[in-house]
């Protein structure tokens, strides 16, 4: 399951280039203060982000915080230079104990600066020392050396200790952590099988003492099932991943943790698929008794910004200009985004939103401001522009 949704990042990133930013859960955090108070969605990110946010906060109240133990790709790669090193003869470090809780602590204060960095200045301020944008950006302009320092200190350190990042600077996993108090399942153990081995103990990839409790209820737990596995033979049955329902508790294999990952993910991109709400809205007046729409396809708008410059362009005052109640409402794009614009369908038409786009407007200081928009299957001069 890691390979898989690995090789399905990379491959989406580099070799079709898709922007991998609009499907990481984390994006749907930084995201949510500027879309609900303002409508918007921060560059490079969209709604697929809270869809996908959703369903793994799903997953981590039913299954855990599985979405660290099976999909995230830095969380992968970490474990196998981890498992790799072991073979080539590194010595692991193992942290366990008070130097766990207290470097595991260190995630909290990142998240709350994160936060606030990227709603105060509604932009992705992290990236430019995120190691996670290091690995599926694309190494495009925007990237910093920071970046791949952040990364390379990741990678580095995952050949010594078990996935570093994950365990005590992940803002993801700082969001995830208390929702698993609540979750369905879980592992236990019982006492009257288990032989206190304490393998489980040795091959946890968080350092929980599983042989020292009844009820795995850490927050960190991977629902990996590592424990289950590393198990003696003569000690089979004394864990079990599963709820805990009247005297017995049903256990859940390992393969219906991943048909579960499996539905909710693909649930996530059906859902961005059938209800793609746009990433950016703006309105100006109050909505009248007869409104219309029109859908277009427009050049340049590829994010935040250029949304909101479309939006300010449509603020002209000239004859062009569109009276009294607009919306705009964008799905940011490479080539021509979707865009859709209501008005008060009294005052103007679908022509009159084409004009208003692709006209140049004569400024105060005397000079004309040619928009760079061009709108798909539009050319009224007959210049046969795509």
């Not at 609009?22 to 303002?38: H, K, L, N, Q």
């Not at 000239?318 to 964008?330: G, K, M, S, V």
């Not at 009159?352 to 004569?362: D, E, H, K, M």
Request: net charge negative.
């Amino acid at each position: 399951m890691q390979l898989g949704f690995l090789v399905v990042t990379l491959v989406a990133v580099f070799g079709l280039g898709a922007n991998a930013e609009a499907w990481c859960p984390f994006g749907g955090v930084e995201a949510a203060y500027e879309y609900v108070t303002a409508g918007t969605a921060l560059c490079s990110l969209g709604v697929s982000n809270f869809y996908i946010l959703a369903s793994v906060l799903l997953l981590t109240l039913l299954l855990r915080r599985v979405f660290c133990g099976y999909m995230c790709p830095i969380g992968s790669i970490s474990e196998l230079l981890f498992d790799a090193a072991k073979r080539l003869g590194f010595k692991p470090k193992d942290v366990t104990g008070t130097p766990d809780r207290i470097l595991s602590l260190l995630k909290y204060p990142l998240l709350l600066y994160i936060l606030y960095i990227s709603w105060k200045a509604a932009e992705l301020l992290f990236r430019g020392f995120d190691p996670v944008y290091a690995l599926i950006s694309r190494h495009g302009k925007d990237i910093t050396m920071w970046s791949y320092v952040a990364l390379g200190a990741v990678l580095v350190g995952s050949l010594f200790v078990r996935i570093p990042f994950c365990r005590w600077l992940c803002p993801m996993a700082a969001v995830m952590n208390p929702v698993p108090r609540f979750g369905l399942f879980r592992i236990e153990r019982h006492g009257d099988s288990c032989t206190s081995c304490g393998l489980c103990d040795k091959v946890c990839p968080v350092a929980i003492p599983v042989s020292q409790v009844e009820v795995v209820n850490h927050a960190r737990c991977y629902g990996c099932m590592e424990c289950l596995e590393a198990c003696p033979p003569k000690a089979q049955g004394s864990l079990t991943f599963g709820p805990k329902l009247g005297a017995a508790p049903l256990r859940l294999p390992q393969t219906g943790v991943i048909a579960t990952i499996l539905v909710l993910v693909t649930a996530a991109a059906t859902a961005d698929h059938l209800w793609p709400l746009p990433s950016f809205v703006k309105e100006r007046g109050i909505a009248p008794a007869e409104t219309a729409f029109v859908e277009l396809g427009v050049s340049d708008v590829t994010c935040r910004g250029s949304s909101t410059g479309l939006w300010n362009f449509m603020q002209r005052d000239d004859e062009f200009a569109l009276p009294d109640y607009l919306r705009l409402e964008t799905w940011p794009g490479t080539d021509f985004a979707r865009v859709r614009v209501i008005f008060d369908a009294n005052s103007a038409d679908a022509e009159a939103v084409r004009l208003a786009i692709t006209t140049p407007v004569f400024t105060a200081d005397g000079d004309w401001l040619v928009p760079d928009y061009r709108i798909e299957g539009y050319d009224p001069l007959g210049l046969k522009e795509p």
